[in-house]
C-alpha cells in the first residue's frame, strides 16, 4: 500500500512546504492538496477562511520537491475549464519529471460558486458538465487532436502540446454516486473517496460492476481513500470520532490504526491519504506523521 499526505491550503505555504518536505523526507508516496478558495464551514475551515490556491501550490511542489508524487482532492470542474487545467497539468507534469495526478470532480461547495458567480447547476448538471469535461481531459492528454460537440464545452481538432512525461498522466476521479461510478470505470486511472471500510466496501462493489457493464477490468483502477485521523487514548478518540459524524474517522492507538488500514486493505483500498486537518502544528503534526510511518505504514508494505 501507499501512503500520503493531506497539508490544509488554510495554512501559510511555509507550514505546507514543511510538511511536504517531511514527508518526502520520510518516506511518505505523495502530497495531495483541496481545491477550494475558501472555507466551508465543515472540514475545510470557517467561510472566512483563508486558502491557497491549489494549482501554484502544486506547481510550487513540483519545483520545492523530488520524490513525492503530487495530486490534487481534487479540482473542482466546475471552475476549472478542462482544455486550460490539461494545458496546466501537463505542464507540471514536466516541471515535476512526471509526478503529478490530475484529481478532478464534479464540484460541490456552494458558497464559493456564489461568491464568484460560478454556475454549480443541479447534481444532474454537474454530472452531465463533468462527463463531457473527461472527453475533453482524455482527448487533449491522450490524442494527437480532440474534437467534442457538447453543451457545456466545444473543441474543434484542439490541441494539447507538448504530452505529459507520463504516457499517459494518470486522472483520478473524486466522488461515490452511481453515476460517478460510471464515469470511473470509463474514464479513471484511479479512484477516490472519503471512507471507513465499511462504506468503501459498499462502494468498490458498485465501481466493479460499473466496469463490469463496460467490460473493464476493475483491477486497473487504483484504489485511495482518506478520513479524519485522531491521536489519544481509545476512549477520547472514540469520543471525537462521534463529534465529527458523519465524516469518516480513524485514529487511537497504533493497533487500532493498524486494524483500520487493515479493515482498508481488505476492502481493495492501495493507498492511504491523511489529511492534517486534525494533526496539530510545527514538531507536534511532524511527530504524529512519523508515527503513522514509522510504527503503522510497515504492516503494509
Known amino acids: 500500500m501507499r501512503f500520503s499526505v493531506w497539508p490544509s491550503l488554510s495554512q501559510p505555504w511555509a507550514d505546507v512546504a514543511e510538511v511536504a518536505g517531511h514527508a518526502e523526507a520520510t518516506g511518505w508516496d505523495g502530497v495531495y492538496v483541496a481545491d477550494h478558495f475558501m472555507g466551508d464551514g465543515d472540514a475545510f475551515g470557517t467561510a472566512t477562511t483563508p486558502m491557497h490556491e491549489a494549482t501554484a501550490v502544486l506547481s510550487a511542489l513540483a519545483v520545492a520537491t523530488e520524490r513525492v508524487r503530487l495530486g490534487s482532492l481534487v479540482f473542482g470542474i466546475t471552475y476549472r475549464h478542462p482544455a486550460v487545467l490539461a494545458n496546466w497539468a501537463v505542464t507540471t507534469d514536466h516541471v515535476s519529471q512526471g509526478r503529478l495526478l ?10 464559493e460558486h456564489e461568491q464568484y458567480g460560478i454556475e454549480l ?11 463531457e469535461s473527461l472527453q475533453v481531459l482524455h ?15 466545444q473543441l474543434t481538432d484542439a490541441l494539447c502540446e507538448p504530452k505529459a512525461v507520463q504516457d499517459p498522466l494518470p486522472i483520478l476521479i473524486g466522488g461515490k454516486g452511481d453515476r460517478m461510478m460510471g464515469l470511473v470505470a470509463r474514464y479513471a486511472d484511479e479512484w477516490n473517496m472519503w471512507s471507513v471500510a465499511d462504506t468503501f466496501t459498499e462502494r468498490a462493489a458498485a465501481l466493479d460492476a460499473a466496469c463490469a ?9 487504483t484504489r485511495s481513500t482518506q478520513a479524519v485521523w485522531f491521536f489519544g487514548d481509545d476512549a477520547t478518540v472514540d469520543g471525537l470520532i462521534e463529534q465529527v459524524s458523519p465524516r ?14 487493515g479493515a482498508w486493505r481488505d476492502a481493495g483500498v492501495d493507498e492511504v491519504i491523511v489529511p492534517d486537518f486534525t494533526l496539530g502544528t510545527g514538531a507536534e503534526r511532524l511527530e504524529r506523521y512519523d508515527t503513522i510511518i514509522e510504527a503503522v505504514a510497515p504492516a503494509f508494505r
Not at 490530475?102 to 458558497?111: M, T
Not at 482527448?139 to 464545452?153: D, E, F, I, N, S
Open 248 to 261: 469518516p474517522a480513524v485514529g487511537g492507538s497504533v493497533e487500532r490504526m493498524i486494524d483500520a488500514i
Open 121 to 131: 447547476g443541479r447534481p444532474g448538471v454537474r454530472i452531465d458538465r463533468f462527463d
Open 139 to 153: 482527448g487533449l492528454l491522450r490524442t494527437p487532436a480532440t474534437t467534442v460537440a457538447g453543451t457545456h464545452y
Open 102 to 111: 490530475l484529481g478532478v470532480g464534479a464540484g460541490w461547495q456552494l458558497n
Open 213 to 221: 457493464a463496460r467490460d473493464r477490468d476493475p483491477a486497473d483502477i
